[in-house]
């Protein structure tokens, strides 16, 4: 089956390949598991999640060398659910917070995000096309695990 244009299987492969850590003896953690984690401590709409899937999509478009290490890419994900919640929720933490549930010291949380904001041109509206079709690959990945 397949989900605008990409089989489902491709979808769940990249999402399970994911490591926490790097190095070869790192535990596999999927893309979702870290973004239900990252959802639960941050507690963060699951709207947040779909945006800041967007944004990481927006970065890494405009820095493809960005994600190279899944070390990099855990980083990304946090800065942008960060920038989603601060967006969107009403519920919203100190950088001080999302540093220590994150492991990313707050000095480096700071720069990272003052640097995804200048990446994104400061712009963190999501049409309502755009939203949905994140949306529904979030939920087809979601659901097929």
Same mark, same amino acid.
């Given at each position: 089956?397949?989900?605008?244009?990409?089989?489902? !299987?491709?979808?769940?492969?990249?999402?399970?390949?994911?490591?926490?850590?790097? @190095?070869? !003896?790192?535990?596999? =953690?999927?893309?979702?598991?870290?973004?239900?984690?990252?959802? !639960?401590?941050?507690?963060?709409?699951?709207?947040?999640? =779909?945006? %800041?899937?967007?944004?990481? #999509?927006?970065? =890494?478009?405009?820095?493809?060398?960005?994600?190279?290490? !899944?070390?990099?890419?855990?980083?990304?994900?946090?800065?942008?659910?960060?920038? %989603?919640?601060?967006?969107? #929720? #009403?519920?919203?933490?100190?950088?001080s917070?999302? %540093?220590?549930?994150?492991?990313?010291?707050?000095?480096?949380?700071?720069a990272?995000?003052?640097?995804?904001?200048?990446?994104? @041109?400061?712009?963190? %509206?999501?049409?309502?096309?755009?939203?949905?079709?994140?949306?529904?690959?979030?939920?087809?990945v979601?659901?097929?695990?």
């Open positions: 089956m397949a989900a605008y244009g990409v089989e489902t !299987s491709v979808v769940r492969c990249c999402f399970r390949c994911f490591r926490a850590e790097t @190095g070869a !003896s790192a535990p596999k =953690v999927s893309v979702l598991d870290e973004f239900t984690r990252l959802k !639960s401590c941050f507690r963060c709409s699951n709207e947040s999640l =779909v945006l %800041a899937l967007v944004y990481i #999509d927006r970065i =890494v478009e405009g820095m493809p060398d960005l994600a190279v290490r !899944s070390a990099q890419l855990r980083e990304v994900f946090v800065i942008c659910i960060i920038l %989603a919640i601060k967006y969107l #929720d #009403d519920n919203l933490y100190k950088n917070y999302y %540093a220590k549930i994150s492991g990313i010291p707050v000095s480096e949380l700071n990272l995000e003052a640097l995804f904001l200048k990446y994104l @041109g400061w712009d963190l %509206a999501v049409k309502a096309e755009e939203y949905d079709l994140y949306r529904d690959l979030l939920l087809a979601a659901c097929y695990p």
